[in-house]
């Protein structure tokens, strides 16, 4: 089966996780999206003066409800980045490159990447 064109694929930003359908635009990077939402608030940051480094949330720093409230957005950008990556190999599949090929690039044997990617069982 063909790859997918970025149309039929369920985007999500990375950052808010908010679907391509509840935001007025999403840029794509390999592997990652963002909204317009988030650079808009990525632009008021940076335009922020005078320039303060925003808190980062460490796990050492954070309660146990917190990192589990943490989860399942970052398990959503995660299963994003996979189908992603599952996208691509399957256009390079598509163009006829080999197992070899794509296993190589990943750091991995031709049989793991054909394990992981190819659909059979």
């Known amino acids: 089966m063909p ?4 149309a039929d ?11 391509k359908t509840e935001v007025d635009k999403m840029v794509a990077g390999p ?8 650079v808009g608030l990525c632009n008021e940051i940076l335009a922020a003066q005078p320039v303060e480094t925003p808190e980062i949330p460490w796990a050492e720093s954070m309660t146990d409800e917190q990192i589990l409230e943490l989860l399942p957005r970052i398990a959503t950008v995660a ?7 599952r996208v691509w190999v399957q256009r390079l599949r598509d163009r006829g490159v080999t197992w ?5 690039a990943l750091g991995m044997t ?12």
């Open 110 to 121: 031709r049989q793991s990447a054909w394990e992981r990617f190819s659909g059979d069982e």
């Open 31 to 38: 592997g990652v999206h963002i909204c317009n939402e988030c």
């Open 100 to 104: 070899a090929r794509i296993g190589a």
């Open 3 to 6: 790859a997918p064109s970025l």
């Open 79 to 85: 299963a994003q980045v996979e189908d992603n990556l």
């Open 9 to 19: 694929q369920d985007i999500r930003c990375s950052f808010c996780s908010k679907p």
